[in-house]
Every structure is written in C-alpha cells, then in structure tokens.
T-cell receptor, first 111, second 114 residues
Framework: QKEVEQNSGPLSVPEGAIASLNCTYSDRGSQSFFWYRQYSGKSPELIMSIYSNGDKEDGRFTAQLNKASQYVSLLIRDSQPSDSATYLC???????????FGTGTRLTIIP | GAVVSQHPSRVICKSGTSVKIECRSLDFQATTMFWYRQFPKQSLMLMATSNEGSKATYEQGVEKDKFLINHASLTLSTLTVTSAHPEDSSFYICSARANRLEAFFGQGTRLTVV
C-alpha cells in the first residue's frame, strides 16, 4: 500500500462547479497535511495546510481532514480554468521533517 | 507564503561536466531543505534531505558521490551534479521548511545534459 494515495485522474469539472480532490494516507502518526498545486513545467505551490480535524477555508479553497478515516480532501468552489493543474497531497508526522507526497491528481476545468 | 529562490532556472551543460544549483530561503531560516527530481509527467522524487551544518540524508538509490549537497547556512543549500550525463537531464526542485511547518518550493532548475 502506498503511503499517500491520490486518484491520478484526469478529473474534469465544468467551470463554476465544485472540484473535489481526495487523498488517503497510511501512517496514523501523521500530523501535518498539505495541498500543493503544480502547473505543467513549474514547481509546486502551497495551497493549503491543515493540522486538525475538520474544515479549513481559504477563499475558494476548503481543506477537510478526518484523521480517524485517514482522509484529507480539497474542495475548490467556483472552479476557474486557471485552476487546471496537478494537485499534490503531502503528509508528514510530528517527528519527521520529510513530506511524503502522493502522485497527484490532474484537474482540468472545462470552460 | 515564504519565498524560496532557486538558481539557475535553466542550464545546459556538456556531458562529463558538473553543474551547481543554489537554493535560498529569502525571508525565513530553513531548518531543513529537500532536493527533488521530477521527470516529465511523473511525480516528485525525493533525492535527499539536508539540515544546516550536517551531512545530507540520501534516499535509497541516489548516489551521494554524484549528487553533492551542501547546506552551509540556514538560508542556503546547494546541489552539485557531478560528471553529468544525458540521463541526469531532469527538473530539479528544492524545498525549504522551518520547524516542521509548511514547506515552500523553489522555482526549479531544468537541467539538460548534451
């Protein structure tokens, strides 16, 4: 079992709709969770970080964490064509500096 | 977010030569820096983790004598690809992290070995 799993996609969502990206992780000791966006040919850019169970909202983005289910998700409201990118989920535990990345989900917003 | 500057953004070198890539955290002190490699349409592959003032920890399968990492200060880490060959052509990305908080990425370096 991979440590951090994401559906590779591609995920296609109409412009203006909600895009839902999911991530599961295997290490129950994980404490920190991050979502990165990576455009083709560019380096990843931090979108959201979340550390406790529940929802965290920032503009059009909402991260959701459920540690009991070992599940973290990212919702993008009012999707825009500029949101088309690969979204990477990353996880680390408290005692480890290293981030473990999923393979990423490719999201396409259809105008 | 915090700023991590990576230089150069693009480099072409001849086979057998060495290339140095710099990674600087501009507005925070990075306790840990990471170096990744990414081939086209593939995910990030962690090469090594470095802490200021200590030797880097390399991931399995990464040759430490070929990929030299120096983390001389809390704001600067360098990766030197020694005796580069065409198969080393890739997108190299650094990341900096402070105190187990968010990690921020540099812009990446596209290395082409001819």
């Amino acid at each position: 079992q991979k440590e951090v799993e994401q559906n590779s996609g591609p995920l296609s969502v109409p412009e203006g709709a909600i895009a839902s990206l999911n991530c599961t992780y295997s290490d129950r000791g994980s404490q920190s969770f991050f979502w990165y966006r990576q455009y083709s040919g560019k380096s990843p850019e931090l979108i959201m970080s979340i550390y406790s169970n529940g929802d965290k909202e920032d503009g059009r983005f909402t991260a959701q964490l459920n540690k009991a289910s070992q599940y973290v998700s990212l919702l993008i409201r009012d999707s825009q064509p500029s949101d088309s990118a690969t979204y990477l989920c990353a996880v680390s535990n408290f005692g480890n500096e290293k981030l473990t990345f999923g393979t990423g989900t490719r999201l396409t917003i259809i105008p | 977010g915090a700023v991590v500057s990576q230089h150069p953004s693009r480099v072409i070198c001849k086979s057998g030569t060495s290339v140095k890539i710099e990674c600087r955290s501009l507005d925070f002190q990075a306790t840990t820096m990471f170096w990744y490699r990414q081939f086209p349409k593939q995910s990030l592959m962690l090469m090594a983790t470095s802490n200021e003032g200590s030797k880097a920890t390399y991931e399995q399968g990464v040759e430490k004598d070929k990929f030299l990492i120096n983390h001389a200060s809390l704001t600067l880490s360098t990766l030197t690809v020694t005796s580069a060959h065409p198969e080393d052509s890739s997108f190299y990305i650094c990341s900096a992290r402070a105190n187990r908080l968010e990690a921020f990425f540099g812009q990446g370096t596209r290395l082409t070995v001819v």
